[in-house]
């Protein structure tokens, strides 16, 4: 109905503008439109507003402008240049990027003349090739996009009353993949995209402000993959409305229309149909900023439908083409329909300047429908509120905080006559933190962190029903008792929860307690050498909570980590640095065997384990905009199992060592800048965990750009 | 001095929240248990953590995946995944993701009847790892049944564990392609990120 109504706008010769580029790509637009707040791009009269509100009226506008491709951004105050063409810049560059995983050369050459009336000409044509070291594949791509700006020129230079915008793109891309039985795929994609978009802003009607926008565009899409065919072409449309309108001191409202459709042709594995998008989006918001107060109340609703040819897919959405019935082609004509809605309040408070609440609450309700999938028809529902409280007292900062969620969902199979029943999700999580000086150069940080996170299921459709209780607390004193010398002691303990309800999944019921103690200092011998040890004991139990039920055979566990690190920085100059560490880790793990009468518990140990590591780095800055660096490291893993009265040990050694450099040049040639940006490795690497490819590799990112 | 009584009442009130948590994190009472408990292995080697994901997966147990994916969990899409679902931020994939993605999935009844593994290279001593660190290359295989529908995944993909605190965890987890269904060597299986896909949340 919404898009009707903004059609039958744009037939009536209403100048629109902007959101050209707010394409409907599958389900997905319907989501980004609920989820824009409708004022938030919405420029609003703020005579009667506050510094604060202006100031950050001012930075969203600043954001809006970036995103929608301001190259009419000049400075106002500059004298316009008022030939056609003029500052031709050409901008190539090339590069490659490479790692582990693969590597990566890319080339782009960019150009831009700026037009009579502040507009521009751009073009940008893009190559990449990717060659993937670990498997047999490589990805090639290229690009081009031509773009036309008007500009909003200031008078005479003016050339339209509205900013004008044409665009055509076309990407390429080949995608060739052998899978380790030796089997070649070929996926190849193919888009172009051309098409106008004329907008208007700042129309203003007494205290009324609007923006208007309006597009055209031309899509078409082709594709291969497993040697499917996927076709599509389709003609889009669209239209946007943005309102703002101060009502009183401090208070505003803001509105925003969307509309969009797209008509065309699809073509998927050999079948053919017509292909149609619609989709409208509705927002409301007010703004208000008094005496302490901000923030504001936004409604959104947006209408979503979708024909297309589509695979079958199964309840859960998922690509089934082996479950067909006889007969049934496994391409299917779907209609997808999707309604949301969503109202959001934000609120500020400030009290005394140093009294702060922050609140939040939202709720949220989709419905997405499918006539041919077996997913049927799906609901959604997301409640949230959030409440901040942050003060100080005194030599005290206090904060906390509180999060509820409360979700649901549902899904009535297709064919099927009742839901399968909702899915609840339950989240509750509250924070506390307190600062305080103790003494002079000493702070005492103490905070507490508590969350409970339930799945519960409607009508027990599942098994899915689970508590987990998290909770934390956390000590944290902090010195620099002398300006060379800062020391801190840390400690903690977490506890986590795991509860499952049904009888099914319940005997892994389990609790899990972590302490944790971590003393550590940094100490400046001198201006050039920094030493800093840490050292660190976790020890960590998990308890069965049905341990004692002979059918459950679960014993508690019991671990112990020791980790003591030392580093030491040593800059003989201010173009040298060396850094060694050393890291010493002990591991017990251990099985409860006994729990005398008093409670007492004796565990048995099961393996101890030792990992020492060293490393070494360097950085030697040989000249201006050239560094030299390299780093080592060894490491020596031993383990010893205890099986009853027996034990069998295992020792693994690994190491790795690279050399590499990092240039940041830059060449003034007659004003126009040639730069070169590149870091280089050589990694050799050793250990049961290498890999014929990461073995001996290189790591590179250069980037030569040439302006002009 | 009534400012100071003021701020002073409101930091009593906000001591009280975390007696108040108390209530706020009553947990249900569980049913007791009529089956044996998941024989989940210590978490003493990156092999153990693994074949406790199998564990997980096959008896729904999101507790179980939660208790073998590490808090710095990472998970980066196949080509395929990544194009069929361009919604999705998958740079974004972490351990809160995953465990959504987990709870979605598990919530569906869906019955994970089979899952192995197949080392691509043999001459990789991967279980064991070396100070705190493993990288495995493997190819998965498993099979789901949902609501009378059979689907199959096969996927190569790399993994990393890595050693925190006293447990070994599942830190990374690359899918690289998708891999040759073993029934019908012509066709081309997916690989989980199409599950994680379907069910991000």
Redesign the interface.
């Known amino acids: 109905m919404l898009s009707s109504v903004l059609i039958m706008l744009l037939v009536a010769g209403v100048v629109l503008a902007q959101d050209g580029d707010r394409s409907t790509h599958g389900s997905s637009a319907a989501a980004d439109s609920s989820a824009t707040a409708p004022a938030d791009t919405t420029e609003i009269d703020t005579t009667n507003m506050t510094p604060a509100m202006r100031a950050n009226l001012a930075r969203l506008q600043a954001e809006r402008d970036s995103r929608d491709g301001a190259a009419v951004a000049e400075d106002a105050d500059a004298e316009p240049d008022n030939r056609i063409f003029h500052s031709c810049t050409n901008t190539p560059e090339v590069g490659t990027k490479a790692n582990v995983t693969k590597a990566n050369f890319f080339a782009r050459m960019g150009n831009e003349v700026k037009v009579y009336g502040g507009g521009s000409i751009s073009e940008a044509y893009n190559f990449s090739y990717d060659s993937y070291r670990r498997q047999d594949r490589t990805v090639e791509a290229r690009g081009a996009t031509v773009t036309y700006l008007s500009g909003e020129g200031a008078e005479p230079y003016k050339l339209l009353p509205v900013l004008l915008r044409l665009e055509a793109s076309t990407n390429w891309s080949e995608d060739i993949t052998v899978n380790s039985a030796g089997r070649r795929n070929t996926k190849q994609s193919e888009t172009r995209r051309a098409g106008v978009n004329a907008s208007r802003t700042n129309l203003r009607t007494g205290p009324v402000v609007q923006h208007l926008s309006a597009g055209w565009f031309y899509n078409s899409t082709a594709g291969v993959n497993l040697g499917e065919t996927n076709e599509r072409s389709d003609s889009e449309l669209n239209g946007a409305v943005r309102t703002g309108i101060p009502i009183a001191e401090g208070l505003s409202l803001a509105t925003r229309l969307y509309g969009t459709q797209r008509l065309g042709d699809n073509a998927l594995a050999g079948v053919d149909s017509k292909a149609e998008t619609t989709g409208d989006t509705l927002g409301v918001g007010g703004y208000y900023s008094r005496n302490g107060l901000s923030g504001k109340v936004v409604f959104t609703q947006s209408d979503f439908d979708r024909k297309f040819l589509d695979y079958r897919r199964n309840s859960n959405g998922l690509v089934d083409t082996t479950n067909i019935p006889e007969g049934a082609s496994k391409i299917v004509e779907e209609l997808e329909e999707k309604d949301a809605w969503e109202i959001a309040w934000e609120n500020k408070f400030v009290l005394l300047r140093r009294f702060h609440i922050d609140t939040k609450m939202s709720h949220k309700y989709d419905k997405q429908q499918y006539n041919q999938s077996q997913v049927g028809a799906k609901e959604r529902n997301n409640d949230l509120v959030t409440v901040g409280l942050s003060f100080s007292v005194g030599a005290d900062s206090l904060a906390f905080g509180y999060e509820y969620k409360w979700d649901w969902d549902d899904q009535t199979f297709l064919g099927a006559d009742d839901s399968r029943g909702r899915q609840y999700k339950k989240y509750r999580k509250v924070t506390a933190n307190w600062i305080r000086p103790i003494f002079a150069n000493t702070d005492l940080r103490c905070g507490y962190s508590g969350e409970l996170a339930q799945d519960i299921a409607e009508n027990e459709f599942n098994q899915n029903d689970r508590d987990r209780l998290t909770q934390d607390i956390d000590f944290e004193v902090t010195s620099n008792l002398t300006p060379t010398f800062y020391t801190s002691l840390r400690s903690g303990y977490l506890r986590k929860d795991d509860v499952a309800i049904r009888q099914t999944l319940s005997a892994n019921n389990n609790i899990k307690r972590t302490y944790e103690v971590a003393p550590q200092y940094r100490w400046d011998i001198s201006p050039r050498v920094q030493l800093q040890q840490t050292f660190r004991m976790y020890i960590q139990y998990q308890d069965y909570v049905y341990d004692a039920l002979e059918s459950v055979r679960k014993e508690d566990t019991f671990n112990k980590r020791g980790n003591l690190a030392t580093k030491v920085t040593y800059a003989p100059n201010d173009r040298l640095e060396i850094i060694v560490k050393h890291d010493l880790n002990k591991k017990y793990n251990g099985t409860l065997v006994s729990e005398d009468l008093a409670g007492r518990e004796s565990y048995s140990r099961d393996s101890n384990q030792t990992i020492n590591r060293i490393e070494f780095g360097l950085t030697w800055e040989v000249a201006e905009g050239l560094k030299l660096q390299t780093a080592s490291f060894r490491t020596e893993d031993e383990t010893v199992r205890f099986s009853g009265e027996s034990s069998s040990s295992s020792a693994n050694r690994s190491g790795e060592l690279w050399i590499g450099a990092v240039v940041d040049q830059s060449w003034d040639l007659g004003a126009e800048p040639l730069t070169f940006k590149g870091r280089l490795k050589r990694f050799l690497a050793y250990g049961p965990s290498v890999t014929d490819t990461s073995d001996d590799y290189w790591e590179a990112d250069l980037l030569l750009k040439w302006t002009f | 001095m009534t ?2 009584r ?3 009442s ?2 009593l009130v ?2 009280l ?2 007696l ?2 108390g209530c ?2 009553d ?2 009472d ?11 292995l ?1 978490r ?1 080697s990156p092999a153990n953590v693994w074949e406790n994901c199998r564990l997980a997966l096959t ?6 995946w ?2 073998a994916v590490s808090e710095n969990f990472e998970y980066v899409p196949d ?2 995944t990544e ?1 069929s679902f ?2 999705i931020d998958w740079s974004g994939w972490n351990k809160e993701v995953e465990l959504a993605f987990a ?1 979605n ?6 019955d994970i009847v089979s899952a192995s593994t197949q080392w ?2 043999d ?4 279980p ?10 493997l ?1 998965y295989y498993f099979t789901v049944n ?6 199959r995944y096969r996927g ?1 993909a ?1 993994l990393q564990f890595e ?1 925190e ?3 070994w965890y599942l830190s990374y987890w ?1 899918d ?5 269904d073993p029934d019908n ?4 299986l ?1 690989t989980m990120g ?2 994680r896909g ?2 991000s949340p």
Request: no cysteine; net charge negative.
């Open positions: 400012t100071t003021i701020l002073l409101l930091a906000a001591a929240l975390p108040l948590a706020l994190f947990t249900r569980p049913e007791p248990p009529q089956t044996a408990a998941i024989d989940y210590p003493s008896n729904r147990d999101s507790g179980g939660d208790t080509g395929d194009s361009g919604g709870g999935w598990f919530a569906t009844g869906a691509v290279d001459g990789i001593s991967t064991g790892g070396s100070g705190g660190f493993a990288e495995w290359d190819i949902s609501n009378g529908s059979t689907t190569r790399i050693l605190g006293s447990y690359r690289e392609q998708g891999e040759q060597p012509s066709s081309t997916a199409a599950l379907t069910f």
